[in-house]
């Protein structure tokens, strides 16, 4: 019963979104860091992102079946009853943000709520489901983690943290068309209106170079901006234009979609991972700030 309570709450989201609020948090920390405040802030985040996983599988789980991806989920094969399941949620939900509220703060609680809300209430208890639009709505909720991490050490929504909101809501979306592209078949017979089961492939296609296209300069401002070093300049343009090419590559006539996507969505994570690595080790030092606004 344990492994199937822990596999509801889809772990390896849990772990991606852990990497991204590591970055955010020791981008803000700057070298200086407060122990029981990041693991405060770990456990708070994987909790809501714990809640929110169950809550989507609770939601899901007529179309779960359909899907090959997850057809043997937990609630599928009714291995947890429905009930125990918003109990148990629902549980995890307050106890993330109580932690974020009373361990960091009230801000770091608030966006984790509004992350929340957006991921269960609306993308996936209507978006998912009736709009083409829903990606997009998703991407805002994917990109809190980072936000919250950044903002548990700054208590400020700030510039910094509009970027990596950007940076992480624009990732988002060409990572998700790669998988609706690669699981167009599922995607189509749970009858969800992702854009490359509406609009097309090739749409689908254009869609993804333009929003990687915005993800490189988005992901360029935190440098400009004075947040992060050169070294994490040098490797965000390298990885950006490696996806940027990755993605170009969907174009040639003889390419198979199928596993052009697959790729496509593989090297996004590697994209991410390297720059939340990155914003993580080379981050501006007051030192360093006080340098550049000396010589400005």
Known sequence: MMKQYLQVTKPGIIFGNLISVIGGFFLASKGSLDVPLFIATMVGVSLVVASGCVFNNYIDRDIDKIME??????????????????????????????????????????????????????????????????????????????????????????????????????????????????????????????????????????????????????????????????????????????WLGMALSGYKKAVDDRVWARKLFVFSIVTITCLSVMMSVDFQSPATESLLTMLR
């Open 69 to 242: 991806r997850t057809k043997n989920r937990v609630l599928v094969k009714g291995l947890i009853a429905p009930k125990v399941t918003l109990t148990y949620a629902t549980l995890l939900g307050l106890a993330g943000v109580a932690l974020l509220y009373v361990a960091a703060n009230p801000l770091a609680a608030l966006l984790a709520v509004i992350g929340f809300i957006v991921y269960v209430g609306v993308y996936s208890l209507y978006m998912k489901r009736h709009s083409v639009y829903g990606t997009l709505i998703g991407s805002l909720s994917g990109a809190a983690p980072p936000v919250i991490g950044y903002c548990a050490v700054s208590n400020e929504f700030d510039a910094g943290a509009l970027i990596l909101l950007a940076i992480f809501s624009l990732w988002q979306m060409p990572h998700s068309y790669a998988i609706a592209i690669f699981r167009f078949k599922d995607y189509q017979a749970a009858n969800i209106p992702v854009l490359p089961v509406v609009k097309g492939i090739s749409v689908a296609k254009n869609h993804i170079t333009l929003y990687i296209v915005a993800f490189m300069v988005a992901t360029l401002m935190l440098s400009l901006g004075g947040y992060a070093g050169y070294k994490y300049l040098v490797v965000a343009a390298a990885v950006s234009v490696w």
